[in-house]
């Protein structure tokens, strides 16, 4: 029998195990777990579960950076509180929004996981640079090549093996990571993002 649990929640739980014992050792590391959680809840905040789940992550992050900062046992049991609630919270979204098949396997139909490509994404970011820009979808989409006109340089649109969006900038390999977008913001919104790094990369040629 295959179970599924909740990505990055045994990471969490297992930080959380050390920060209840070496809370002022293991508070980093707790805080980046639980970080990680926020951006998977951010990611699908149009989801109101998801929306909610990735606030009281969020306000754990907060109470555990508190208590590191002020080094008080109160406060650090207030964390370990707001930190455990928030691991749950998240754990049962992530089982009430979970899309199985009918032997309980994670199977969302094709095409719905993710709204739009990386691809995708370079091109509408194209088409909000001008009409001179052209662009390339890499294999099965997860790529895009931008260039303008005869232009020497280019610019590639991917996502990092930590799951951020990156443009690099060729053949200067510059990259510029961009934090806080989510699918659910919208493509328009995300492409404006995008055309707005590729300006300033070009400014900086």
């Known amino acids: 029998m295959r179970i599924t ?27 980046m777990r639980l970080t990680v959680m926020r ?21 754990a992050i907060t109470a555990v950076c508190f208590a590191q900062v002020t080094r008080r046992r109160k406060y650090r049991r207030i964390a370990s509180h707001v930190a455990l609630d928030a691991i749950v919270a998240y754990e049962k979204a992530y089982v009430v929004t979970l899309l199985r098949d009918e032997a309980g396997h994670y199977h969302p139909a094709p095409g719905t996981e993710f709204p739009f490509a990386v691809s995708d994404i370079g091109r509408a970011a194209a088409d ?65 993002r995008v055309a707005d790094i590729i300006r300033e990369l070009r400014k900086g040629d």
């Open 39 to 59: 951006e998977y809840a951010a990611n699908r905040n149009h989801v109101a579960i998801w929306a909610d789940t990735a606030k009281q992550v969020h306000e």
């Open 128 to 192: 909000l640079l001008g009409d001179e820009w052209s662009v390339d979808s890499g294999f099965w989409g997860v790529r895009a090549f931008l260039q303008a006109g005869d232009e020497r340089d280019w610019y590639t649109l991917t996502v990092s093996d930590s799951g951020v969006l990156r443009v690099e900038a060729l053949p200067e390999a510059h990259r510029t990571d961009i934090y806080g977008v989510w699918p659910s913001d919208g493509l328009a919104d995300i492409a404006a």
């Open 5 to 31: 649990t909740a990505p990055h929640a045994i990471e969490a739980r297992a930080a959380f195990s050390g920060y209840s014992a070496f809370p002022r050792r293991v508070a980093p590391l707790l805080a």
